[in-house]
């Protein structure tokens, strides 16, 4: 359901602006991205997550849309 995910994808953006360091936002935010074909912007994310120290395994890259 598209209204659900663009109220996470509200919320996980938010996250970040409040915490650019919010490793988990911008994690869901990644899966979310991915699943609606911004694949780009899924991409940017999990760049953001390995710049910060953290694992990110990118659905996108794994068959995601």
């Known amino acids: 359901d598209f209204g659900k995910k663009d109220i996470a994808l509200a919320d ?4 970040i602006e409040i915490d650019r ?3 988990t936002a911008y994690m869901g935010r990644m899966g979310i991205y ?6 780009e912007l899924s ?7 390995k710049a910060l120290g953290y694992a990110a395994l990118n659905p996108c890259n794994f068959g995601g849309k």
Do not use: P, S
């Open 43 to 49: 991409i940017a994310d999990e760049k953001k997550i």
């Open 34 to 39: 991915c699943e609606i074909g911004k694949k």
């Open 12 to 15: 996980y953006t938010k996250a």
């Open 21 to 23: 360091n919010l490793a």
